[in-house]
C-alpha cells in the first residue's frame, strides 16, 4: 500500500477536478437508504479529510482513519480551520482498532483497490464486521476490472504554476495488478521546482471475488450500484458502490 508521500503535498491541487460535494451527497443518500441518519461514522483511507469534513457537515460523527502521517497532516490542518470535532487516527486499514462500534463505515477514491492481497481485503472485511455496530452497514467504492484495462500502458500529465505530474501507467492483466509511476515537480519557496518520485499499485477484482470475501466475513451483501446511481454495474461501468450490511460477529 503506497503512503502518499511528497504526493500529500499537492493531492488536493490535482484532485480539484473531482466533485467532492456531489460524491458526498450520493454517499449521504446511501447511507440514509440504508438506514444510517445520524451516528459514529468511520471513514477509512480518509487521505487529507475532504470527504470527511463534508459528511461531519452532514451531522455525522466523524473518525479518520488513513496510513498516511503527511495526508493527516493536512487532515487535522482543516480539522483546525473548521473547527469540527473529528477524530483521525493513523493506522494501517488491515489492521485499524477502534476504541468501539460505529453505526457506519465508508471508504471512497478507491481506497480498498490499494489492497493488492485478498486476504487482506478478507482481513480488512473482517475488522469492518467486528467494528460495525448490529445491522451497521459498510459502503465502499471500487474501481473496476474494465477501467483498469481501459487505463492499460499510458501517460497521464499535468502542469500547474505550483506543481507539475507525470504518471506513467501499467496494468498486468495476469495478476489485475495496476502500478502507476508518479514523479512531481513542487515548486519550493525560493520559486525552484524540486524532483519526486513515488510507485503505486492498486488491485482491479472482480465482483464476484469481493462479493464472496464479503460474505466470508460473515457480512450480508446488500447491493451493487454503478458509481453515483442506482442501477446495476453495466459491463463498462468504471466505478462501483457496493453496500455491505453487519449481521453477527
Given at each position: 500500500?503506497?503512503?502518499?508521500?511528497?504526493?500529500?503535498?499537492?493531492?488536493?491541487?490535482?484532485?480539484?477536478?473531482?466533485?467532492?460535494?456531489?460524491?458526498?451527497?450520493?454517499?449521504?443518500?446511501?447511507?440514509?437508504?440504508?438506514?444510517v441518519?445520524?451516528?459514529?461514522?468511520?471513514?477509512l483511507?480518509?487521505?487529507?479529510g475532504?470527504?470527511?469534513?463534508?459528511?461531519?457537515?452532514?451531522?455525522?460523527?466523524?473518525?479518520?482513519?488513513?496510513?498516511?502521517?503527511?495526508?493527516?497532516?493536512?487532515?487535522?490542518?482543516?480539522?483546525?480551520?473548521?473547527?469540527?470535532?473529528?477524530?483521525?487516527?493513523?493506522?494501517?486499514?488491515?489492521?485499524?482498532?477502534?476504541?468501539?462500534?460505529?453505526?457506519?463505515?465508508?471508504?471512497?477514491?478507491?481506497?480498498?483497490?490499494?489492497?493488492?492481497?485478498?486476504?487482506?481485503?478478507?482481513?480488512?472485511?473482517?475488522?469492518?464486521?467486528?467494528?460495525?455496530?448490529?445491522?451497521?452497514?459498510?459502503?465502499?467504492?471500487?474501481?473496476?476490472?474494465?477501467?483498469?484495462?481501459?487505463?492499460?500502458?499510458?501517460?497521464?500529465?499535468?502542469?500547474?504554476?505550483?506543481?507539475?505530474?507525470?504518471?506513467?501507467?501499467?496494468?498486468?492483466?495476469?495478476?489485475?495488478?495496476?502500478?502507476?509511476?508518479?514523479?512531481?515537480?513542487?515548486?519550493?519557496?525560493?520559486?525552484?521546482y524540486?524532483?519526486?518520485?513515488?510507485?503505486?499499485?492498486?488491485?482491479?477484482?472482480?465482483l464476484?471475488?469481493?462479493?464472496?470475501?464479503?460474505?466470508?466475513?460473515?457480512?450480508?451483501?446488500?447491493?451493487?450500484?454503478?458509481?453515483?446511481?442506482?442501477?446495476?454495474?453495466?459491463?463498462?461501468?468504471?466505478?462501483v458502490?457496493?453496500?455491505?450490511?453487519?449481521?453477527?460477529?
Amino acid at each position: 500500500m503506497a503512503s502518499y508521500e511528497s504526493f500529500a503535498r499537492v493531492y488536493d491541487l490535482f484532485m480539484d477536478n473531482i466533485p467532492y460535494e456531489e460524491w458526498c451527497g450520493y454517499l449521504h443518500t446511501l447511507l440514509e437508504k440504508y438506514d444510517v441518519t445520524d451516528g459514529l461514522v468511520l471513514e477509512l483511507g480518509c487521505g487529507t479529510g475532504t470527504m470527511t469534513e463534508l459528511l461531519a457537515d452532514c451531522g455525522y460523527d466523524m473518525i479518520g482513519v488513513d496510513n498516511s502521517a503527511d495526508m493527516l497532516e493536512i487532515a487535522l490542518e482543516k480539522k483546525e480551520r473548521s473547527g469540527k470535532d473529528i477524530l483521525y487516527l493513523q493506522q494501517d486499514m488491515r489492521e485499524f482498532e477502534l476504541y468501539g462500534t460505529v453505526r457506519a463505515i465508508v471508504s471512497v477514491c478507491d481506497s480498498m483497490n490499494y489492497i493488492t492481497d485478498e486476504a487482506d481485503l478478507l482481513e480488512v472485511f473482517r475488522l469492518v464486521n467486528n467494528y460495525l455496530d448490529p445491522g451497521g452497514v459498510f459502503i465502499f467504492d471500487l474501481n473496476t476490472l474494465f477501467k483498469y484495462e481501459q487505463l492499460g500502458e499510458s501517460v497521464i500529465a499535468e502542469n500547474r504554476e505550483e506543481s507539475s505530474f507525470i504518471w506513467e501507467n501499467w496494468y498486468d492483466p495476469a495478476d489485475q495488478v495496476n502500478e502507476y509511476d508518479l514523479t512531481l515537480f513542487i515548486r519550493n519557496d525560493e520559486g525552484l521546482y524540486e524532483k519526486y518520485e513515488e510507485t503505486h499499485y492498486q488491485k482491479a477484482y472482480a465482483l464476484e471475488t469481493v462479493c464472496q470475501l464479503i460474505r466470508q466475513a460473515g457480512m450480508k451483501l446488500e447491493a451493487i450500484y454503478d458509481a453515483f446511481t442506482f442501477e446495476k454495474p453495466r459491463p463498462d461501468s468504471e466505478r462501483v458502490y457496493i453496500v455491505a450490511r453487519e449481521q453477527g460477529k
